[in-house]
């Protein structure tokens, strides 16, 4: 264990052995010659353009950062962002928490926001799946940590900013990839763009296939994307996208500590015994209009549909879900002065509707003479209506050319109605409208220096889990979770704007914690269970080193450290107060270095150190500590003028690491077994990649 903690020591030194021997040997390079750090570019959802001027802590995946792996496995680049933690186990279920928020949610992402352009990703539900889009169809992504924008709405944590993968340049482009590694890994990806002066057009097809390294957990995922743009003009366009997604993905499930230890390609037995498995249909597609009224002010506006019908077979029932979403979001911005301070605005409107139908069923598997699940009677049906609106408005004030102040507020209100088919009941509800303020203060020393301090105000609706009671109807006690996040941070360019770094601390309180507590298979009761407190420091360095004419070194380190722990939590009369939050590593870090060569041959090494987690309330359990180590190595070349090629080789945890890919917090035990916290994440694997790219 002791060797492999020395490899995130030696990459850390060889970042900064490479800035400093810049400095000892007095180089001074040629601002032609080397490749700087550009300034990064953000979306327009935000009244700045510019990461520097932004007053938040907003983590940025590049398209050369989502290319950097395999392509196939998004948790593996969403890790490098500090703050920022992905579980994923077998493609289909994973967690993204921000900052240790949405840690302990059972399955699946809640408390935070994500946006396909302008379509949100996020359910009536307030599920979040960003796992559906391909990797090679995203330009960029954007990780905003904590509520630092009034413009998202219902995002506790942060929110996600996923940007298409449109053309740049005049002309059309086609291209073809392959990816084939260890486990009957075998991705297929095909792409056609086009990009005039008056339209643009992305078409993508991939198809994603694994036979899975654990019982029962093979794979299958394919999807086409449609994006681009219309009646392109000098003040206008039309933006539209478009998403299709098939999935039938097999669960082998969570296993206890000692199947993990000992066997840990093992599924749960029940899991293997019904052959469970997730299968659904996604599609959401939108239009987005931007206008330029005049000089001064300008506006986007977006209309989007969501479907997605699920059959998800399992030991205990056979779940039938169907989810059918539209909204509508129209934000004005612009400019104004008041004597002769500049100021910038936006303010809008955001609204949503969500219709959810779920019906389960007898799961008749040990009938089916080893067959797997069988179908049987129907247990309940549900049916949920959510609406909800959300106004929001955010100034900034240029009080100097050193000094800005940014002011927003976001107001939302929801409803909703369930109907129980069981009891034949129909309840309406709905919450008091919640203000999310926000206020931040921006400090520029000189155009490549940023120190920034903001207070916010998130908060986080309930889950339908959430909001039922033991008889399947509304708690009307239930209530958002909500809190202050205050932060300080600072975003630095340094030598030459061949360094970045940045940091931010950040320290937040989370009042009405929502506990989803299980009583039943798939039965949940939501209730206010007390208070956690989130603070913690992040940092990021970027560096590019020009060797020389032949070689560049692109290199970065990254690093959080949290204090996440339980303030004030009572739960089945147990007193959890002080303890540490469960289903999060307080610390982690990741390093990494890329080598290129003027040649096309490049070679890539990245490591993720992840510190134990709680798997329960009660701390009396924690999974170990790991630390990751993936290399790559490939080669880019033009065979004619306007085909290239890339082939690739990597493999990821090198040093066959045995370790926690996600963890089922606070999981039950079943009669004499003991709880079932672990899905194992995959053993040392390889990969290679073929692709050809023609520019016509």
Not at 324 to 339: D, H, L, V
Request: with cysteine; hydrophobic share 35%.
């Amino acid at each position: 264990m002791i060797y492999k903690k020395y490899c995130f020591l030696f990459f850390v030194l060889l970042c900064f052995q490479n800035i400093l021997a810049q400095k000892k040997e007095g180089k001074n390079i040629d601002a032609a010659k080397a490749e700087k750090l550009n300034e990064v570019v953000i979306s327009s959802l935000h009244i700045n353009d510019s990461l520097l001027n932004a007053p938040a802590s907003i983590g940025i995946l590049s398209k050369k950062d989502l290319m950097q792996n395999n392509t196939t496995d998004i948790s593996t680049v969403v890790n490098t962002i500090p703050g920022v933690f992905m579980q994923s186990a077998n493609f289909t279920t994973s967690r993204i928490s921000i900052r240790g928020i949405g840690a302990r949610t059972t399955y699946g992402t809640n408390k935070i926001r994500a946006f396909y352009g302008s379509i949100p990703l996020t359910s009536g539900n307030s599920e979040t799946v960003i796992d559906d889009i391909d990797l090679e169809n995203i330009g960029q992504i954007e990780i905003i940590k904590g509520p630092l924008s009034s413009v998202y709405g219902a995002g506790l944590g942060g929110a996600i900013i996923i940007s298409p993968q449109l053309l740049k340049i005049q002309g059309q482009n086609a291209s073809i990839s392959t990816v084939y590694g260890s486990f009957g890994l075998l991705k297929n990806t095909l792409n056609y763009s086009l990009n005039k002066e008056s339209s643009s057009l992305n078409v993508s097809y991939h198809k994603l296939k694994t036979d899975g390294w654990r019982e029962n957990s093979a794979y299958n995922r394919e999807g086409i994307t449609l994006a681009g743009e219309l009646l392109k003009r000098k003040n206008s366009q039309l933006t539209y996208f478009s998403n299709y997604t098939y999935l039938k993905a097999f669960i082998p499930s969570s296993i206890s500590k000692n199947v993990f230890e000992n066997n840990p390609q093992a599924g749960a037995p029940t899991w293997v015994a019904s052959k469970g498995f997730k299968e659904y249909k996604s599609t959401l597609a939108g239009l987005a209009y931007d206008f330029k009224i005049n000089e001064n002010l300008s506006n986007s506006s977006s209309v989007f549909i969501n479907y997605k019908g699920s059959n998800e077979p399992r030991p205990f029932d056979i779940l039938r879900q169907y989810t059918f979403a539209t909204g509508a979001r129209t934000q004005f911005s612009g400019n104004f002065k008041i004597k002769e301070t500049q100021n910038q605005f936006i303010a809008g409107i955001e609204y949503f509707t969500d219709n959810y139908n779920g019906n389960t069923f007898e799961n008749l598997y040990q009938q089916n003479n080893g067959l797997g699940s069988l179908q049987g009677n129907q247990l309940t049906e549900t049916d949920q209506k959510r609406h909800f609106y959300n106004i929001f408005s955010q100034v900034r004030t240029l009080l100097s050319e050193q000094f800005e102040i940014q002011a927003g507020i976001n107001y939302n209100k929801t409803e909703f109605e369930l109907t129980n088919y069981n009891t034949s009941s129909t309840q309406k509800y709905s919450y008091d409208g919640i203000l999310a303020p926000q206020f931040s203060l921006l400090f520029k020393p000189n155009t490549q220096r940023t120190l920034y301090f903001s207070v916010s105000r998130g908060f986080s609706l309930p889950a339908t889990e959430e909001t039922l009671t033991t008889e399947g109807t509304i708690n009307t006690d239930i209530k958002p979770e909500n809190g202050y996040n205050f932060e300080t941070g600072g975003k630095f360019y340094f030598l030459n704007k061949n360094l970045y770094t940045e940091f931010a601390l950040y320290r937040m309180q989370i009042k009405d914690l929502l506990v989803a507590k299980r009583i039943g298979d798939d039965q949940y009761v939501g209730i206010n269970a007390g208070e956690t407190f989130h603070q913690g420091l992040e940092i990021a360095l970027k560096h590019n080193w020009q060797m020389n004419n032949f070689f560049l070194l692109n290199s970065y380190v990254s690093a959080s450290i949290g204090n996440y722990e339980f303030k004030d939590f009572m739960d089945s009369g147990n007193d959890y107060s002080g303890n540490k939050l469960t289903g999060v590593a307080a610390n982690k870090a990741n390093a990494g270095l890329l080598l290129n060569t003027s040649s096309g041959l490049y070679f890539s090494a990245d490591f993720q150190f992840v510190d134990e987690i709680p798997l329960n309330d009660a701390n009396s359990d924690y999974s170990d500590a790991y630390n990751i180590v993936n290399l790559k190595t490939g080669y880019r070349f033009e065979i004619l003028p306007q085909l290239t090629t890339h082939l690739a080789f990597g493999v990821n945890n090198l040093f066959d690491e045995k370790y926690t890919s996600l963890i089922l917090p606070n999981a039950v035990a079943v009669g004499n077994n003991t709880p079932r916290y672990y899905y194992p994440g995959l053993p040392v694997n390889y990969y290679g990649s073929i692709s050809l790219n023609y520019l016509f």
